[in-house]
C-alpha cells in the first residue's frame, strides 16, 4: 500500500511514539495514509487505541523483525 508520510519512533517509550504520530497526522490531510515505526512494546495497545479514540483507520500492524510497522489513515 502507498504510503504519504513516514514516521520513526523506533527508541522512543510511550506516550512518545503516539503523540509524534498525533502531531504528524494533524499536519496530513484527510484520507492521507501515516506508515509509523516503533519499538516500544506499549505500542501493541497504545496505537489501536489511539486511533479508536481519534477517529483514525488502523490499516494494518505488522512485525519487522521486532520493530512494530502500523499504516494509519487520517481520519
Known amino acids: 500500500m502507498a504510503t504519504d508520510d513516514t514516521l520513526d519512533a523506533t527508541g ?3 506516550p512518545l511514539p503516539v503523540l509524534k ?3 504528524r497526522l494533524r499536519e496530513m490531510a484527510s484520507g492521507q495514509v501515516l ?3 516503533a519499538d516500544d512494546p506499549a505500542a501493541i495497545v497504545d496505537v489501536p487505541h489511539f ?3 481519534q ?3 488502523m490499516l494494518n500492524a ?3 523483525g521486532g520493530v512494530q510497522v502500523y499504516l494509519i489513515k487520517r481520519k
Do not use: I, V
Open 51 to 53: 486511533c479508536a479514540e
Open 21 to 23: 504520530a498525533a502531531k
Open 12 to 14: 522512543l517509550l510511550c
Open 55 to 57: 477517529g483514525h483507520e
Open 35 to 37: 506508515e509509523m515505526r
Open 62 to 64: 505488522t512485525d519487522d
